[in-house]
């Protein structure tokens, strides 16, 4: 069987090679030219989504149309193929493949405790693994026949193929998919750059995190503008060269997913490059932003299939985040045609290629026109390869890749008989090629029997009736046909027939039960009247019900429209000002185009809301220092000591529920910081919680920048013994501070050619007071090392947090004009906080230190006033002065006091409105508002809740529906999210993730 | 992560000693009469201008109004204050463990999977520097739970102010723990729920022994895992079963059903969801921190802070804890998570009672704390304000079985300390 298969190819390769002129091959065999002339005709032929010609010719040859038309003059040298009643389709084009060069990929990288910190890629290549601009897929691109009949049988001939590896992946080279040599099936070596996230293969601990990944992308941009120059220090670098070389093609970028689409998008902005992004199926959650990158897409048809939700229990933690975007995902396509987003479709992603066309129906039912998809399959990827000579229509002149259908390509039931790649011919389904239905009249010894054909024109049925109605079995394998009849009156009667079917007569031998045989015929005597195919014609069926409509976020909670500024008049309050006017009592506050326009008694305004606030209380917004929320990926890039080029603004996510669960602590602003994996860790981003919107709009507008260091034990690894990081101990995390510093003042001396460090950018930005630092501290000795290396280098330490020695050291925070941020009564949980104290807080207040107090921690944050109210238990601190801990000292110490943090004329309208005493634990906030928008309402909570249940209960039915109905499940999966801290594994009993986690642990010890 | 995290630290540690300053103290040796105050009896009763009389460790009265003692007795004044049981922590690794990060101060956690022969007690340390934050806010006993494996072991009460383990213990040897594999399968793992029940099997498979063993009084070898779990087939300990999810809770319940044992759940998490259940079936459950997030993402958004007002509503008996790696030190939020509770469903007294009848029930020492009544031991906090809101909570006086202990603590000296430093008053 395979030396025949073998044999078969080489036949083929044979025929197929010498389609064209000269070559350097050498035969091993006599020369055997020829013009591979093919004649289609009576063909209804699409020749892109705007051109059908009905009853028309296409002439082919050498691999290429060489006419296409209305009757056309049929060449004398050409094999004519009848195509009446079948459709001629462009074939598909999938921009986003790795066929013929998908290589064994090592699991993503060693986390941050390998100690790799070069890569050990041979050759003079640059410093990462992961960059591998220089990766050229052409020069590892093998034909696959087997991958590429599975392609071929969904449409596909010709592909745009890179190997998927890396975070600059080097070049993609556009094939066909035909079996011929590599270098017959290429037809543009180098036709892509393309990129992603994902670091793949490489070994080397660097980036450890998604925001590293981009720093390390846009650090290599800046690289290869510097290496333009050559610069001697340099040598020689392959990939940066490579990377340059690349920049003239088009640019595709691997989002995968509609958050990381736009943060692929704004690295290309900031580099005047516009990436094709490649989405991950969730973009129609947000088609304004994806429109707004003004970027050309290609989508995958990756819809999820239903879970096994029948067992409430499994149900329970599948988040309706996930239950929607089931129902919704098929809208994907039809969202970008909608927006007017132009773009090619691809069958990455898919679990099974087979689920391609299935999954483009439900895409098409779900409102995508058959013309967008057809040109998101052809014409769009064509022409973002700019090839649109070459290939994605009909026309004379192009490559004769194209499918013969038995209805429009995309009708329900339309079968692809044949894909024909560069003028040959790939059978992809031969039953109902030739429709054999019809009445036929079979002579067997002599005696005529009516034979009937008909039904599916791939499996026909068979009827024959003579004397009496034959039980017949009917079995055709390409010509051969086997028939084996039973008369159903006279059981002894048994004929096996076998024969060959030719165009109108079958014949053969017939082989009787009693031994005897004789010679059979059918001949066809009429078609069948209702052989014409139903399904032809007829369109799908009516469009899908899609009840689920997009809220912002995608899930619970979402806002079905982003909430608006509103006038707002709270009456008749206890006003907690945070201002030096103390406590109001009985006032109004009036909140206008999002700001507080006044503050006092028997305030009114016609056209405000009115909220009575009789028995009620008014304070600022709550705002923490010190969080993790709302963050794609690790918050930590922990694979060196001083990763200041790592920017948490790159990876805001506004879809953490945890945004508004915090709202509903009265919490309105969070300074989302890097982890404490490392000494001086990455830039930070102070937001706003405006939920619903999107990570640009979460961000607080001119604000002073700031960034994360950390010392101690998180730094030293002292929980990872093996961790070969520098450094090991306080002494050496001193040295890696004075070493960075002295670092950037170097680096600022250099002249205006040299290259552009993030890193040395973002210390040398401390160094010139543009950016602030906030330092996760805990004992006394470190502190103090801080402040005089900070001394050293003439700027202040603005913020340390956790500090828990703080107290200890207060007097020289203050000489030093450091703020503090802190936990009011965590200890014990390691050995640098075993002197921590509850009373730390009111010591460092009272040494004339601003003290924050903070969360680190999701859950806490949602009751950060009562933590301010441990200060008045343990240390008798005022109320008010307490509070301020969590409203105006916070905003201070982030530079940001002049907007928010107290309520006063002319502040953004950022407030809570709380039930009771605000330090107390009885007190629930009632509104939160961030710029006078009320983001959380304790009522409309209630209605929420009401409709996530009813939605959830709406979908989870439909999904049992859609498996009692045959649909293919998988198992119901928790959408568990995952929760960011900076102390590691300290969190513990939080939530309940974690508890699980840790009761797994425990029962699996052996 | 947490694995790494305990087993590759080797960092050595000097075991913490108690303040040196500071020691239990002495057994009571006059009479007291504490008037004038507010009593929350821990019961759900409030008594106003109350009085409290014990003498020997015992409450003798209690009532409203004045108390004709004798004249040796010392009186305490508590007009304008507030008078509660001493709160009882139902689940914690107080004393087990000094510094979370640092292993050599963890006792915690046996290794292996079925150690009911372990005790809890032997290993609680009474110079502990962590216990005498936990007292200064109300809680004088607790329940002390070894944890991991399948069966982690043996539970004792003890009161927080004593000079070595045999003073301390309370109720010894109380319960058994058993910890459910979690039934619960998530993507890119094997299945958790057969696994699960697999080892459930063990365990049941075990407990089928040891009845046969403790049925026989005489043994050719003692079997010290059979021995342990003596006291759940006679009915003197209970079997706290570690558990969140539904279908846990089931398991639980329905493995407790075939050996009779008396039941407690811990943990809890889904308890909400089947409330009925667990009254119908007489469970107690000791409910994981209130002060935790929502366990879906669409759960209601204060879903652990209203699951203890289900469980009351439904008559459910039930307390709260706070478990897990920070299990010690956190104890003395508990008032505060019990007053979260009240502000999302329960009475202020019956939150209150969360940590001390219904915690003195379900830990089998109700006969002897829980309420301040006549007959129980003088278990008794004096706070100048109210006990379950941070804001106002401010204990001055505390007594255990009668004897006024010390209310300072670690973090309070360093307070003085710095204080002076600073020359702040």
Redo the contacts between chains.
Sequence with gaps: MNRLATLLVCVFLAVAVQLSGQETYPLNDVANPREGCTAFIHATIIKDSQTTIQDGSMIVRRGKIETIGKALPIPKDAVVIDCNGKFITPSFIDIYSDYGVAGAKADGGSGDRGGQMVSTTKGAFGWNQAIRSEAVSSTIFKVNPAKAKELRSIGIGAVLSHQMDGISRGTGTVVTLGSEKENKVMLKEKASANFSFDKGSSTQDYPTSLMGAIALLRQNFLDAQWYQNKPAGEGINLSLQAFLDNKSLPQIFDGSDKWNDLRADKVGDEFGVQFILKGGGNEYQRIAEMKATNAPFILPLNFPLAMDVDDP??S??V???DLKHWEMAPLNPASFEKANIPFALTANGLKEFSSFIPNLRKAIKAGLSEKVALDALTKTPATLLKMYDQVGSLEVGKLANFLITSAPVFAEKSVIFQNWVQGNKYIVKDEGWKDRRGIYSLTLNNETYRMELKGDVAKPDILLIGQDTLKTDLEITDRLVKLSLTSKKDSLFKVKLSGVMGDENWNGRALFSTGKSSNWIATKSSELSLAVDSVKTKKSDSPVRIEGIVTYPF???GNKEIPTQETILIKNTTVWTSEKAGELAATDVLIRNGKIAAIGKNLSDSKARIIDGTGKHLSAGIIDEHSHIAVSGDVNECSQSVTSEARITDVINPDD??I??QL?GGVIGSHILHGSCNTIGGQTQLIKLRWGLNAEQLKFSNWDPFIKFALG?NVKR?????SARFPDTRMGVEEVLTDAFTRAIEYQKLGASKRKDLELEALSEILNKKRFITCHSYVQSEINSLIKIADRFNFTVNTFTHILEG??V??KMQAHGSNASTFS???????EV??????NAF?MQ??GVNVALNSDD???AR?LN?EA??S????NMD?HEALNMVTINPATMLHVADRTGSIKVGKDADLVLWSD?P??????SELTMVDGIIYFDRER?KKL?EE?LSE?TRLIQKMINAKKGGEKTV???????V?NYCE?????????L????????????? | ?????FN????S?LSANAQENMHPAAAQKNPVLIKNGTIHLGNGQVIENGYIFFDKGKIVAVGSGNYDASPVTSIVDAHGKQLYPGLIAASTNLGLI?????RSTGDY?E???MNPNIHSLVAYNTDS??INTIRSNGVLLAHIVP????L?GTSSVVQLDAWNWEDAAYKTDNGIHL????L????GQPD?VKS?LE?MEEVRNFFREAKGYNNEPVHAKVNLKFEAVKGLFRGTQSLFV??????EMMIAIDFAREFGFKLVLV?G??SWMIPEVLKENNVAVIL??P????????D???QPYKTGAVLQKAGVLFTIC????????RQ??LP?QA??M??YGLTKEEALSTLTLNAAKILGIDHLTGTLEAGKDANIVLSEGDL???????VTKAFIQGREINLDNK??Q??EK??TK?S?K
């Excluded at chain 2, 619960?184 to 993507?187: A, D, E, G, K, S």
Aim: net charge neutral; aromatic share 12%; charged share 25%.
């Design positions: 229990i499994d329970r933690f988040s309706l985040a899930g619970g909670y529920i945890d508004y669960r509903s034990e002292s929980y990872y013994p093996s107290y200890k207060a007097d009564d965590w200890w014990s949980y390691k050995m075993v002197d921590a104290i509850p009373q010591l009272q040494n999701p859950e806490m009751r009562q109210a441990k008045v238990k343990y240390a109320e005493h330090l107390s634990i009885y007190a629930k909570d809740r996530i959830r198992p119901a999966a928790p959408s568990f999210a929760k590691e594994g300290c969190h513990d009993g939080n939530s309940l974690d508890r699980l986690e840790h009761r797994q642990t425990s029962t699996e010890l052996q | 992560m947490r694995k790494i995290f590759l630290l080797l960092i540690f000094e510094v979370g990060a640092v956690a290794l292996g999977t520097k962590v944890s991991g494996g399948l982690s910890n459910i594999p979690v619960l399968n998530r993507p958790q699960g080892k570690h558990c969140d999810l539904v279908r943990g998490s889904d994981s921190q002060h935790s997030l929502p366990s879906a993402e669409d209601d958004i204060d706070q478990d897990q790696s920070f299990g010690y030190w003395r939020d505060f007053g979260t009240a502000t379950l809101d941070m804001k106002s909570s401010k973090q309070s360093l307070f710095y204080k600073y702040i």
